[in-house]
Every structure is written in C-alpha cells, then in structure tokens.
C-alpha cells in the first residue's frame, strides 16, 4: 500500500522569476507522477517562525525558511499523512520519470539531501566539498528527528549574539549530525554551484566532471542555489537545457552514455 505523501514548497509571494516558476512546476509535476499530494505555500512558510528568530536572523529569509520548513513538516504530519517531502524552489526536477524519493524499510523515518559543491580555491583550481543539505528532506510519521531538529533550530537561535552564520540550521547543522549519526541520505538531488552552472551555460566541462568525479550516481534534480545564481535569463536557460536534455548533459565528455 503506497504511503500518503505530501509534498511542498514555499517562495516569496510577489516577484518569482520565471526560471524559478519553471522549477517548482518540474516538481509539482513530479509530485504528481508519483501519486503524491502537492502544495505550495508563499510568505506564509516564513510567519510560522517565532518573531525572535526572524529577527536574530537580520534579514536572512533563508535561515527563516529553514525553520519554517520543519515547522509546516510538522503540521502536516499532525493531520495524519504518513510521510512530507520538502524540496527548496530553487530546484529541478530534469529526470522526473527516475528520481525516487524513498528510504529504506526499517530506517530511522528521515532523511536530507547530499551535495557536492564545487568552487574555485586559493590558487583558482577546483574543489569539491562534499555536504549534507536540506533542500530536500523527508519526515515520516514515526520519525524521531523532527521535534529535536526544532528544538535544536531554536536553542541555536536563542543562543546567537551577533552575525548568524547563513547555514548554520541547514548544511552546517545537519553536516555535524551526519557524522555522527549517518542517517539515509538522498544523492539524486544535488546542488549545481554557480561553477557548474557556468559550465553548463558555457559548454564547459572542468566543474561538471570534477562533480561527477566525486558524486555516486549522476544527479537527476538539482537546487540551483537562487542565492547565488547568475542572471534571471541565464538561470532560464540552464534549466532548459537541463530539462532539454536532462541527465545527457552531465556525463563526462569522454563517457560513451
């Protein structure tokens, strides 16, 4: 029996560009081709976060949103679905016919996404970083993760005197926890980092194949990090060649796929 599943996003109300209306319909219709429920939710995500931690936040949507993520996987959990996955709308679905969002019988009911981030280093060659992140997570109905992760969302921020590190609810919270507890992780949606981006705009291939070098398997959706993106018309035309295209486009140059 399939599981009842809810999938959601969140955005700003006023303003999406159109590369990022084209990512949250690759999910919605992702969403649907698996049976599962899709809702979208705008400025709303981010008034469910206690006043003092937007605040503390100093403008910092993200680090409110990555807050008010776990709190509406909650609320939609207390309404009796077995299972919610959150994905950030900067994200696309390329090949929606194999990505498979599902972990395996008998594990802890939870789990975030990997990333390998490349960037430029010191000398200007390149360097892959390998990450857990949140632009993808999953919460069942069972799990025992979700109430500490608030909880910990919350001292952290009660804590904080000064600047807040931008991911320090997200991947540097959550890195820390997986090595410790190596809880599942999902590979197939990574996170193209405006040197990949670049590539892919450009024909490159030094960051593309320095990502699929040290990745497990070829991504089959990707967040685009809108936080650091290139230009609204350039990011368009990544996720249409992307979607053009899909998972072609990734192998390495000397790969016979």
């Known amino acids: 029996m399939q599981m009842k599943t809810v999938v959601f996003q969140s955005f700003r109300d006023e303003g999406r560009p159109d590369w990022i209306e084209l990512c949250l319909e690759t999910v919605q219709s992702w969403a649907s081709r698996q049976g599962h429920e899709y809702r979208f939710l705008g400025d709303e995500l981010l008034e469910r ?23 509406v996987a909650r609320e939609i959990l207390e309404e009796g679905v077995d299972q919610v996955i959150w994905l950030d709308a900067d994200t696309l679905v390329f090949e929606p016919q194999a990505l498979r969002l599902e972990i395996p019988q008998g594990s802890p009911g939870y789990a975030f996404g990997r ?16 990450n857990v992140h949140n632009a993808v997570c999953l919460f069942q109905s069972d799990n025992p993760f979700l109430d500490f992760y608030i909880h910990a969302c919350l001292l952290i921020m009660d804590r904080v005197d ?14 820390a926890q997986y090595n410790i507890l190596g809880f599942p992780l999902f590979e197939s949606v990574g996170a193209f980092s405006p040197v990949v981006v670049q590539d892919i705009l450009n024909d490159g291939r030094a960051a593309l194949d320095l990502l699929l070098d040290t990745s497990p398997s070829i991504p089959l959706a990707a967040n685009l990090c809108a936080s650091l993106s290139q230009s609204d018309e350039e990011m ?12 072609r486009l990734l192998p390495r140059s000397d790969s016979p796929l």
């Open 162 to 175: 000064g600047g807040v590190p931008p991911q320090i609810l997200g991947p540097k919270f959550l890195s």
């Open 236 to 247: 368009r035309l990544v996720c249409e060649r992307l979607l053009a295209q899909g998972a």
């Open 49 to 71: 976060v206690p006043r003092l931690v937007a605040e503390k936040s100093e403008g910092r949507n993200q680090i409110v949103a990555d807050l008010g993520r776990l709190l």
């Open 115 to 130: 990333e390998v981030w490349i960037q430029k280093n010191t000398s200007g060659g390149l360097k892959a970083y390998r």
